[in-house]
């Protein structure tokens, strides 16, 4: 796992604008129904990453015109709650991430809320670049820093391990700390497993 210095790593200096992949209509990014935007590109190289091709800043298709309306398209269902960005790493790949961000808010206002996961955490972007903490800005919900394979843990919500949070980006923005969000519920319970009978 790599840990950059504040403004070690520039997105203008490493993202090529590719996407990995588009997934709309799902479950598992967030809160609600989401449409999910996988950008190409990360340097955090954490150990056990499950998405591991999508390290690479040239992978999969460049950013078109043609994706971003879909994807304003099926975000305009009433059904979707709103729109994800992981990868890769969002942070990383700014230019892609703000422009859709910036189409979403002129659309659909506050009406549809935007996730982002990222390696980075909070107290980290709070010192980085401009364009970072733009995009931090404008964004609802944050699932911030780096897997960490040791502390891995099933039971966590839109998580994968115990270090990572799900912060209220607009709470703490104001408050200049890290809010975790108020919704948060990590299922503790175990279930036991389903004997065969046959």
């Known amino acids: 796992m790599r840990n950059p210095k504040p403004k070690e790593w520039s997105a203008k200096n ?6 990995a992949d588009y997934k709309a209509f799902n479950f598992v990014d967030g809160e609600g129904v989401r449409n999910s935007l996988y950008v ?9 990453c499950f998405n591991k091709a999508v390290q690479n800043f040239r992978y999969g298709v460049p950013y078109s015109q043609e994706l971003e309306n879909k994807i304003i398209e099926d975000l ?22 703000l422009r859709i961000v910036d189409q979403v808010h002129a659309i659909f206002g506050d009406t549809k809320d935007i996730w982002s996961w990222s390696g980075y955490t909070f107290e980290e972007l709070l010192l980085e670049t401009e364009d970072k903490l733009e995009l931090l800005s404008k964004i609802d919900i944050l699932v911030d820093g780096r897997f960490e ?11 994968g391990s115990s270090n990572q949070r799900i912060i209220d980006v607009k709470k703490s923005l104001v408050a200049k700390q890290a809010i975790v969000w108020d919704k948060c519920v990590d299922g503790e319970q175990k279930f036991e497993q389903i004997k065969k009978s046959i």
């Open 76 to 97: 305009a269902h009433p059904f979707v709650q709103g729109l994800t960005l992981l990868g890769g790493e969002p942070f990383l790949n700014t230019e892609v991430c």
């Open 14 to 19: 490493y993202s090529q604008n590719h996407v």
């Open 149 to 159: 394979l040791s502390k891995k843990n099933l039971n966590l919500q839109f998580r």
């Open 40 to 48: 190409s590109g990360c340097l955090f190289a954490c150990e056990g």
